[in-house]
């Protein structure tokens, strides 16, 4: 399985820490780098300001976003994400406690590659992080996270 750093994009401590748990518990080996606004995230994926060092702070081959947050919220993320070139394809999973038909819609709309609505337990939590590593981090194929995407496409 590939070791590519992931980015959670999430506000609520106790979700961060819950996540951190799981990932631990769960021994998923791939560096999970995390950011707790909208504006981080750009900050983080442009690699602006204190994430200027990309040793410190690498781009993220999969990113798990949450939409209800400060400054940017994740639908604004998402677009944003979209609008760069070298971004594009980047895999993106909404995760959210939203369970609004709406919300999905207008994420998948904005090409979020996955929705999932937050496990309710711990328990749960560590099923969606040993999926998500099956999946995203192991059968899922991605182009190097850097490259920029062909314009010819």
């Known amino acids: 399985m590939n070791q590519f750093p992931v980015l959670l994009v999430e ?3 106790n979700d961060v820490e819950f996540m951190r748990f799981a990932w631990k518990k769960e021994a998923i080996p791939n560096p999970l780098h995390v950011v ?5 995230a750009q900050e ?3 690699g602006s300001g204190q ?5 410190t702070h690498p781009l993220p081959c999969f990113v798990l976003l949450d939409l209800n947050m400060p400054y940017l ?8 994400i979209r609008k760069q070139d070298q971004f594009r394809t980047l895999p993106v999973a909404v ?4 369970s609004a038909d709406t919300d999905a819609r207008k994420a998948y ?4 590659n996955s929705y999932v609505i937050k496990p309710s337990s711990p328990d749960r939590l560590r ?3 040993t999926s998500a590593r099956a999946y995203w981090m192991g059968w899922n194929y991605a182009p190097p996270c850097t490259a920029p995407l062909s314009k010819s496409l």
Do not use: C, I, P
């Open 36 to 40: 707790t606004d909208g504006q981080m």
């Open 11 to 13: 506000d609520d401590e």
């Open 109 to 112: 709309a904005l090409m979020a």
């Open 73 to 80: 919220n994740g639908f604004e993320v998402l677009e944003w």
């Open 51 to 55: 994430y200027a060092d990309r040793d």
């Open 44 to 46: 983080y994926l442009s």
């Open 127 to 129: 099923e969606f992080v």
């Open 95 to 98: 995760l959210t406690a939203s």
